[in-house]
């Protein structure tokens, strides 16, 4: 099942990026269930909990402005709309995760999941960005612990 999940995220994280880049073109035909519906077509033997993906995407579109906004404050130095779009989506992803999908995935494998997204698709610094900005996040909207740069995730 964890691979079938961690398949999921990189169906979902293909969605979410495609939906954004499209509307971001002003593509008015941007439709977030034909773009999720083909891109799980295209993996449909090898993911079985469809709804854990479909969930996911639905769940970042309906939570993007909230989890943008409790982003933010974590990563100053990079305005949400300078994050690399790619970093962007992976921080919404696992945020929304941590926040909304804690009696489903354990936090540490929340994080470790969109570290190797960022591995796999960001660029050479975006996992220990990713896994700074989750790490305090978890810490600090999860714990509900004061922000201590100094800490290690």
Known sequence: ??????LGRIVALQSLYEYEFRIGSEDTSADIDEILGRNLERYESAIEDKSFVSDLVKGVIAEQPD??????????????EQ?????????RIGLYELLHRAD???????????????KAFGSDNSSKFINGV?????RTLVE???DDAKSKV
């Open 144 to 146: 509900g612990k004061p």
């Open 1 to 6: 099942m964890a691979s079938n999940r961690h």
């Open 134 to 138: 989750l790490g305090t996040a978890y």
């Open 67 to 80: 989890l943008d906004e409790k982003i933010q404050p974590i990563a100053p130095d990079w305005p949400i």
């Open 104 to 118: 489903i995935v354990p936090p540490k494998v929340v994080i470790n999941e969109a570290v190797e997204l960022a």
């Open 83 to 91: 994050i690399a779009r790619i970093d962007r989506t992976i921080l």
